[in-house]
């Protein structure tokens, strides 16, 4: 059985509030005024919050570029049919309650500062200007819709066939503001000599599928609104690893350690993480980090995403099914028409959900699965682990099923192919170690899930009173 950790203080003596004087302030000043090696080392771990260049480091220098030649191409007599893109919407701004919390934080330096021993590290961070404001609670940011309309650009020059004009557009999205933006988004990049039906493609609101997991009770009760459910991120927050950060950001900002706890530690960090998306800087938040102190905190996140939307539960995945099985009735529908020799009726559909949309979908599929569990007590052996969320699900993160009709094939199972693509690159399957498969094998390989999982049953209550005991 789960039990909910004590919240007892990770630390257990405080730092020394030493206030460095004379030349050894001035050094210590200087030092974090020398931000770009801090920030630099630490975009690589900012999980969930990363930023979509960091798994394809050329768009830096070339937004529009395909980057290298991903290999596994199609013969030539392959056509494409149909594009399914489940995408994760583009750069956003904190929620309100993140804003709040930087604000008590940042609050509380400028009290210190304001004492007569003033700690120049916390000096600094009074002095930054807290720009952020609760209104902009996750609202998608300008750096946010562009990356929507270079992706949606990239697409494009990927797959000319599919996105030609007058090719019928279906837009949906989750009812969150920033996925509604970023689908209008995806559309402007489009531009206007693509010719969808109309000048203005509706974005359609499908919640039932974009955020399936708000719609699965036994989701909601024994794993979001369960404390217990986040037993190991509990323990990992109170574990000797986060306990050596916590001490050295308390020594850094002059502050007794009892006065900072994990939550406080890691919105620093993320406020580190939103300049750098956001805003394109270097955040004088970084400048209390080190490398090795950023793969604990990713691993904090990671923690999370995995026992509440990866491996951890199986209902995390499961309640994603009703999404596998739309996308798999559209690929079908594609594959009657083509038979039937009819205008495919969807070439393209895109969906703009959450990082929340994506990361069960992939673990339903059975991707980034380690050997061990993610659990508090082995960071270290977990070093390198498959499951990283800010490699599979940074902002604009997208999973893009094509559908082939290839002709010239040795079988009528080889006429329909599929090309799986995350984040652009091509994907393995798991049936058969190469990045193209028949679409019969595909089928056959998640038949389980295609005929057994039923949405409403997976989703029900248990009728007794239990507690989150899924299985591994």
Known sequence: KMRPRSASSCGSRAVAAMAPGGEAALLLLLLLLVLPPAGAGLSGYFGTKSRYEEVNPHLVSDPLSLGPAAGGSLPASCTPLQLRAVLRHGTRYPTAGQVRRLGELHA????????????????????????????????????????????????????????AARRRLALASSSKHRCLQSGAAFRRGLGPTLDFGGDEVEVEVNDSLMRFFD????????????????????????????????????????????????????????????????????????????????????????????????????????????????????????VEESKSSKPISSPLIIQVGHAETLQPLLALMGYFKDEEPLLATN??????????????????????????????????????????????????????????????????YYKDILENCHFKEECELPKVNVTAVDEL
């Open 108 to 163: 509380r330096l400028l009290r210190r500062a304001a004492g007569a021993a003033a700690c120049p590290a916390a000096a600094a961070l009074a002095d930054w200007p807290m720009w952020y404001e609760e209104s902009l609670d996750g609202r998608l940011a300008p750096q946010g819709r562009r990356d929507m309309e270079q992706l949606a650009r990239r697409l494009a020059a990927r797959f000319p066939a599919l996105f």
């Open 215 to 334: 719609h699965c009770a036994k989701f909601v009760a024994l794993v979001e609104e369960n404390d217990a459910a986040m037993c190991q991120v509990n323990a990992f927050k109170e574990g000797p690893e986060m306990k050596k950060v916590l001490e050295k950001v308390a020594s850094a900002l002059c502050l007794p350690v009892e006065e900072l706890n994990a939550d406080l530690v890691q919105v620093a960090f993320l406020t580190c993480s939103y300049e750098l998306a956001i805003k394109n800087v270097t955040s004088p938040w970084c400048s209390l980090f080190s490398e090795e102190d950023a793969k604990v905190l990713e691993y904090l996140n990671d923690l999370k995403q995995y026992w509440k939307r990866g491996y951890g539960y199986d209902i995390n995945s499961r309640s994603s099914c009703v999404l596998f099985q739309d996308i798999f009735q559209h690929l079908d529908k594609a």
């Open 379 to 444: 960071y270290a052996r977990q070093a390198q682990r498959k499951f990283r969320s800010g490699r599979i699900v940074p902002y604009a993160a997208n999973l893009v099923f094509v559908l082939y009709h290839c002709d010239h094939v040795n079988a009528s199972r080889e006429e329909y192919q599929v090309q799986l693509l995350l984040n652009e690159r091509l994907l393995s399957f798991h049936h058969s170690n190469e990045t193209t498969s028949t679409y019969t094998d595909l089928k056959d």
